[in-house]
């Protein structure tokens, strides 16, 4: 069967310049260092061919080859894929060994072998208290899960069409989780077609993903796909949390691994995928210590990957629909149904770009119309030209992305211009880009196709002229509404829906605070409840900001809890 790669994701890449090297990918560790191993686990033998680890099963034991051979597979519908083979001093994982998720590969032995073996939690133990090891472990994992996204060799098959809406939801929910597949397209490949044949599976059922143990879903939605991978099995969703993190957004992740380094048990709920609106920024050139920049999905990938180091864990899929906050310990109860305890709260849900009233606005979403513009969005617009509309940070972002020889970006904001909501150096790309044109003083008012986006009208709002262009694609970045229906009064939101924390609370507010302190600065209106970023009320609308709000409230749950 033939198959396209799945776009490379966005965990932290050593040196992203160059493909790693096999010592890289696969480093020997040393006579001393496997003897530091071996002080945290057990030695034993095993016989020849004799299986470790199989497809499918939740990772809980870490493999170091002290003598012998394993070798990596990755069952087909036509044999085995011969990934790689361990010698003495090599170590079998990647990141699901961190977090305990499902093995994508079977590790089986060649002749006679000693191993090496530590729980997950030893392992976990070793990667937070031995700085060496830690570097070792930590790259070669991180280097290893790219290489099967790079590859898609993962053990998921999408089968789906760039026109299709469904299909860049089913691409963007695998990728932005970091998780290998391989894509079949409809347009593209004579495969996909047979594949439905097959399966007696009509066109308008794409798309398709073939999960492991040969279950097929149908146009299936995020949860179901986190169900089918198994994405939060080893969650144990029973126990009492130190701390629950809602939204993994930068301030989110900043929050779960200051809290996770700090020894707390940290348990994370994100609707998507780690990176929250900040994940869709396809270029980020002003966070400190990038002078390079660094995608939000990427910035996401390497905060998500220290989290698990530390031993937070996420479930994915899986928002808050409601917090129950009339005693303690508070109940966060889940899409899922599941109702989870814990001591303390950090909100992080961050802001959705507003829905501009645009007459069949719903109808093209993820058919010609974007929130974000990432890798996929910008493979699916090929060399068409694009609508923007916004004047923020994330707007101008996205209109230099996606500004290339062969395409026009057209920017389209309600007021005089940019200077007032976007970073300087934004503005000169902008202003010296011969291929992006800022219409000021102009919005959309009318959209038309048939299975999609085909045209569109736009209105200068002074002098009430009309155009309409034959444009398949608008990014829609304007303005921002906080994520807080969910919270039902539970806690003091401000008139527009943001969440009001700390000295911004009124008297009125606070007519119930049981406690004789005052709330701390990040604090709601219910004690260790918190709020950062973006749905909090005054906030800075920028990703250091955000980092530091989320790691700045760890230190003031640790006062809630010891208090």
């Known amino acids: 069967m033939a198959t396209e790669q799945a776009p490379e994701a966005t965990l932290a890449r050593p040196s992203a310049l160059t493909p790693p090297t096999r010592g890289e990918l696969f480093p020997t560790l040393t006579r001393e260092q496997i003897e530091r191993i071996a002080a945290l686990g057990e030695t034993r033998t095993a016989a020849d061919r004799e299986v470790l680890i199989e497809p499918g099963d939740q990772i809980s034991t870490f493999f170091v080859v002290a ?12 044999g085995e894929d011969l990934l790689v083979v361990h010698g003495p001093g090599e170590f079998v994982g990647e990141l699901n060994s961190l977090s305990g998720r499902r093995s994508l590969v079977r590790a089986r032995t060649r002749g006679a072998t000693r191993l090496v073996m530590l729980t997950r939690e030893a392992l976990l133990d070793l990667v937070q208290t031995d700085a060496e090891l830690s570097e070792i472990l930590m790259r070669a994992f991180i280097l290893r899960r790219l290489e099967l996204l790079r590859s898609g060799r993962g053990d998921v098959v999408v089968v789906g069409s760039s026109h299709s809406a469904g299909t860049l939801q089913v691409q963007e929910f695998l990728s932005r989780n970091g998780y290998p597949y391989s894509y079949l397209d409809l347009e593209r490949d004579a495969d996909a077609q047979e594949l439905l044949d097959r399966l007696h599976i009509a066109v308008d059922e794409i798309p398709i993903v073939l999960c492991p143990g040969n279950r097929v879903l149908r146009r299936p939605t995020n949860a179901q796909l986190a169900d089918c991978l198994g994405l939060n099995e080893a969650v144990d969703e029973t126990t009492i949390r130190d701390l629950v993190v809602i939204g993994a957004g930068p301030a989110g992740l900043a929050a779960a691994v200051y809290a996770a380094s700090e020894g707390l048990d940290v348990l994370v709920l994100e609707t ?11 270029k980020i050139e002003n966070y400190l210590g990038f ?57 992080a849900t961050g802001a959705q770009y507003r829905k501009p009233p645009i007459p069949d606005l719903a109808r093209f979403e993820g058919a010609g119309v974007y ?9 699916v617009c090929g060399d068409e030209d694009v609508v923007i509309v916004g004047g923020g940070n994330s707007a101008g972002q996205a209109a230099v992305f996606l500004a290339k020889p062969g395409r026009h970006v ?76 969910w919270l039902d009064g539970c806690v003091a939101l401000d008139r527009h829906g943001f969440i009001r924390t700390g000295v911004d609370l009124a ?29 909090r009320a005054g906030n800075i609308k920028r990703v250091a900001a955000a980092v ?13 809890l010891t208090g």
């Open 272 to 282: 998507v995928a780690p990176g929250g609106q900040a994940g869709a920024s396809s």
């Open 548 to 560: 530091g709000e989320g790691s700045a409230a760890v230190s003031l749950v640790h006062k809630t």
């Open 371 to 379: 929130y974000g513009a990432t890798f996929l969005e910008q493979q």
């Open 410 to 485: 057209y920017m389209l904001v309600r007021g005089p211009g940019l200077a007032e909501s976007m970073s300087r150096y934004l503005i000169r790309r902008i202003e010296e880009s011969p291929n992006i044109s800022l219409l000021a003083h102009t919005e959309i008012t009318a959209m038309e196709g048939e299975d999609r986006l085909e045209r569109v009208t736009w209105t200068h709002r002074e002098s009430g002229q009309s155009e309409v262009r034959d444009v398949r694609h608008v990014f829609l970045m304007t303005g921002a509404v906080p994520n807080t229906t």
């Open 67 to 78: 003598e012998g051979e394993v070798e990596i597979v990755r069952p087909t519908n036509r």
């Open 291 to 347: 002078p390079l920049g660094i995608s939000g999905q990427e910035l996401a990938g390497r905060a998500y990957t220290q989290a698990q180091k530390f031993g937070a864990e996420m479930l994915v899929a899986r928002g808050a629909t409601r917090l129950a906050c009339g005693r303690t310990p508070y109940t966060v109860e889940t899409e899922g149904g599941t109702r989870l305890l814990t001591r303390s709260v950090v909100i």
């Open 507 to 535: 008297p009125a507010d606070l007519e119930s605070w049981p406690l004789a302190r005052a709330p701390f600065q990040l604090e709601t209106s219910m004690p260790g409840v918190f709020a950062v970023g973006d749905v």
